[in-house]
């Protein structure tokens, strides 16, 4: 199981490019746009740019020049390289807090005893979920639900995080793939995690981004496919349904509570 599922997102936003409106007039319907190049690390050779704040604050990942990747921060014509947990490799992707805080997923150097390659770049190391604070440039690991594995997504205001965990209970319909275990919506406040429900009894699923009420968005389903759309709020997993298919995924949520996805 690949771990970076923003990856069909990401390739249809930014391409580390940030798009600015420039506004004509309010007589003048038609609006131009700039396309501003946000960078690469040094020595790299690709970045990809994901999720964008109201304060300014672009996140994604950047190669660097010995073809690793790391999550980073936009700023200004300023690039924050975030680090890892000691592995080679982290990545971003979901909307910053508008202080620049930001979540994501990084390997820590240690190597992942079922393989399962969870981050996603082929070298099966253990992949965490991490929390940056922007003020400290810390990046801190968060817990999963006791499984090796899980990655972080969506963050707001009030430092609520929203991702994935692993448990260590096995998953049957991974069979096929790289991935072993169950892995579960959860959300982490203050560094402790709590699991979100499934829908109807769906084993694995991922919470991709939450607003500033605590609402958030995401998906439950099997290990190969997500089958139900899901709007978690108040405790309770609601399925957004679908158009006549038998997939769906919800991806972004505003403060009104307006959800999109596919």
């Not at 929390?131 to 639900?145: D, E, G, Q, V, Y």
Request: proline content about 5%; overall charge negative.
């Amino acid at each position: 199981m690949k771990a970076r599922f923003f990856a069909l997102l990401m390739a249809v936003t930014l391409c580390a490019a940030l798009v600015v409106p420039v506004r004509l007039g309010a007589q003048q319907r038609v609006q131009n746009y700039t396309v501003t190049d946000l960078g690469t690390l040094s020595g790299g050779t690709y970045s990809l740019a994901g999720g964008l704040s109201n304060t300014g604050w672009v996140e994604g990942y950047s190669t660097l020049s010995n073809g690793s990747s790391h999550a980073v921060l936009w700023r200004n014509g300023a690039i924050t390289d975030l680090g890892t947990l000691g592995g080679p490799n982290s990545d971003a992707g979901w909307r910053p807090a508008d202080s620049g805080n930001a979540a994501g997923g990084a390997e820590n150097g240690t190597p992942d005893p079922y393989a399962e390659n969870f981050c996603g770049y082929g070298t099966n190391l253990i992949c965490l979920p991490f929390f940056w604070r922007n003020s400290t440039k810390k990046m801190t690991p968060l817990p999963t639900l006791g499984g090796n594995n899980g990655w972080a997504a969506g963050v707001n205001d009030l430092d609520v995080v929203v991702g994935n965990a692993e448990n260590t209970t096995p998953e049957p319909t991974c069979a096929g793939t790289t991935q072993v275990f169950q892995f579960k919506p959860v959300y982490w406040t203050s560094g402790r995690i709590h699991a979100l429900p499934t829908f109807s009894g769906d084993p694995v699923g991922q919470a991709f981004s939450i607003n500033q009420w605590g609402e958030a968005a995401g998906y439950s389903g099997n290990c190969t496919a997500a089958l139900h759309a899901l709007l978690w709020q108040n405790g309770r997993a609601i399925n957004l349904g679908n158009l006549g298919g038998t997939q769906s995924e919800a991806i972004d949520i505003n403060n009104w509570g307006q959800v999109t996805g596919l």
